[in-house]
């Protein structure tokens, strides 16, 4: 049977397919980028029900590597919102080229980034960010299953003998409890001072992390620490702050990393923007640690 040039076509495209999605991959093979109109890295996020599809463009000279990172919003049993990233894609993309990664979201908060290079955390990097069914978080967030013990142990054979010695009273001077430190929003907006953040990302989406709705745009966190003005404003760029103090393992910070979240969101439902901002802003101005 002598098959036609439209079937042989054909048949070569399903076999390609096939190729790149063969073991599970969700990147599709590379195609020519339209250049036309830039010659930079590009990138765009797009949505068909659950399906969410990044599409990298390198319209420069030399072969770079991309990926799309999908992160979810989980609400901790103690009323805190955490994020975890639950899927990578990465892959090469050469001069003149663009490739595309495909994920499927869950229904709950999602965080999709699309970004150049090989740190997704870099806010330089990112090509293109968006929120999904921002309506309600995850919470089905897997616990780890303990491993039972292989062995049993065995009961000891001797009867320990008891400290013939007086231990020593510690000679160090315990450590103080939580507070009188604090780093201001303007040390965390600098770039060099990036390195400091702990637990959260500039690039990280202010509503997903505090679980409110902003009025301002863009809200990311570094756009939050970097806002100027006062009311809501001046509360998220001290909130951002204190965040950071409250994660970052040297400053003594007095809020917790949950109490600074619950402060935000109790400050959106009552309105006392101006409150909280000055009880966080009293800590972030006793004075910082880091350099």
Request: with cysteine; aromatic share 6%; net charge negative.
């Amino acid at each position: 049977m002598k098959l036609s040039k439209s079937r042989i076509l054909f048949v070569a495209i399903v076999t390609m397919f096939l190729a790149m999605v063969v073991g599970g991959s969700s990147i599709i093979g590379a195609a020519p980028a339209d250049c036309s109109a830039s010659t930079e890295i590009t990138g765009t996020l797009t949505q068909s029900g659950s399906t969410i599809t990044g599409e990298v463009s390198n319209c420069t000279s030399e072969a770079t590597t991309a990926g799309m990172v999908v992160i979810a919003a989980y609400l901790n049993p103690d009323g805190t919102v955490s994020n975890q990233e639950i899927e990578r894609q990465t892959g090469s993309v050469d001069a003149g080229e663009k490739v595309a990664f495909v994920a499927t979201i869950p229904e709950c908060t999602v965080k999709v980034q699309l970004y150049k290079g090989d740190n997704s955390n870099d806010p330089a990097n990112i090509l293109a960010q968006r929120v999904y069914n921002a309506s309600k978080y995850c919470s089905d967030q897997p616990t780890p299953t303990p491993v039972p013990p292989t062995a049993t142990p065995k009961p000891p054979t001797e009867t320990p003998v008891p400290p013939t010695a007086t231990p020593m009273p510690p000679t160090a001077t315990p450590e103080p409890p939580g507070g009188g430190q604090g780093c201001t929003p303007g040390y965390w907006r600098q770039e060099h001072h990036w390195d400091s953040w702990a637990n959260y990302s500039p690039a990280d989406d202010f509503e997903v992390v505090f679980g409110v709705d902003a009025s301002f745009n863009p809200h990311t966190l570094l756009d939050a620490v970097r806002l100027g003005g006062g009311g809501e404003r001046a509360m998220a760029r001290h909130a951002v702050a204190s965040l950071l103090n409250a994660g970052n393992p040297d400053v003594s910070y007095l809020y917790s990393e949950a109490d600074v979240i619950v402060m935000v969101q109790n400050a959106y439902a009552s309105g006392d923007f101006n409150g909280v901002k000055n009880l966080f802003e009293a800590q972030n101005e006793a004075g910082c640690p880091l350099n």
